[in-house]
């Protein structure tokens, strides 16, 4: 991160100056939706929509990208007006549409991986209360909140190795373990599928997790492409901010409400 780091104001003033040629482009779960035990509990609350109704009027291309099914992401930010990239950017759901595009390379998948990950979730899981989640070509084990998270981290990374053995990807976020099929499963790949083919002037986006890097590195490929001007990558502190995301982002702001605070700022 730039140690002469700008206000937030000022890093968002290209877009402001251009909003129909800008994208305001947001991670879901720990950025729009604060962080809750349960995945299927998250909200958005209403202090953080109406603000994002009005950036959704005001600016050219507004998009959530997150790592939940882009239905779910929708049902949870429930604004049928702006785009969601779902399945970490494998499934696209326009504005307006009913039903997403999928991957199908990825969900050819989905049966594979499904009988892997309830194989995985047995009696020893179970009894440590992990969560297991179906996103269909994505498995998720989850252990925030657990009675002992320490054993059922321990449990899960050996559902990691023999994941990794049986020749599947696994990747970690917050307190979850994904396992994957082995095809690119990528926010910045989803982005430049979404708007390589745009000219934009200005483009913002914010994340809080590993994820959300490729997602940085696509708003830098759509630099590279001659697609995008200015961009600017914004982390969302927390008590889980990954390093990386420290060092890569161009600010900081803390939490959902300072998210919050960012999307009032487009609309000064
Ligand atoms: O890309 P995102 O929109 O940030 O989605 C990332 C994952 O979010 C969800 O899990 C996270 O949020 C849960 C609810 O707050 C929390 O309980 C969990 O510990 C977090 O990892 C979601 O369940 C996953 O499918 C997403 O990949």
């Known amino acids: 991160m730039p140690s002469d780091a700008a206000t937030i104001e000022e890093l968002l003033q290209p877009l402001r100056d251009d909003p129909k040629h800008s994208a305001v482009l947001l991670d879901v779960d720990g950025v729009l939706a604060p962080i809750v035990a349960q995945p299927d509990d998250a909200h958005m609350p209403e202090t953080t929509r109406r603000p994002l109704i009005e950036v959704a009027k005001r600016y050219g291309t507004v998009a959530c990208v997150s790592g939940r099914r882009a239905s779910d992401a929708r049902r949870i930010v429930s604004l049928g007006t702006i785009a969601y990239l ?127 890097l490729d997602a940085f590195r696509g708003l830098s490929e759509l630099q590279e492409r001659g697609r995008l001007g200015y961009a600017v990558r914004v982390g969302v502190r927390s008590d889980e901010t990954p390093v990386a995301l420290e060092e890569e982002a161009d600010t ?4 959902p409400e300072g998210v919050r605070g960012l999307l009032r700022a487009l609309l000064l």
């Open 252 to 255: 900081l702001v803390d939490g």
């Open 86 to 212: 779902g399945s970490h950017g494998s499934e696209v759901l326009l504005p307006g549409s009913i039903a997403p595009v999928l991957d199908g390379e990825l969900m050819a998948w989905t049966q594979r991986v499904q009988a892997f990950a309830h194989d995985a979730f047995g009696e020893k899981l179970r009894r440590l209360r992990v969560r297991l989640e179906d996103k269909e070509a994505i498995a998720a084990l989850h252990w925030r909140g657990v009675p002992d998270e320490d054993d059922a981290l321990a449990a899960i990374e050996d559902v990691a190795e023999a994941a990794e053995k049986a020749g599947f990807v696994t990747h970690w976020g917050r307190k979850v373990l994904e396992i994957r099929p082995p095809v690119r499963i990528d926010k910045g790949a989803g982005l430049v599928g979404l708007l390589g083919e745009t000219d934009l002037a200005a483009a913002v986006y914010v994340g809080d997790d590993v994820t959300d």
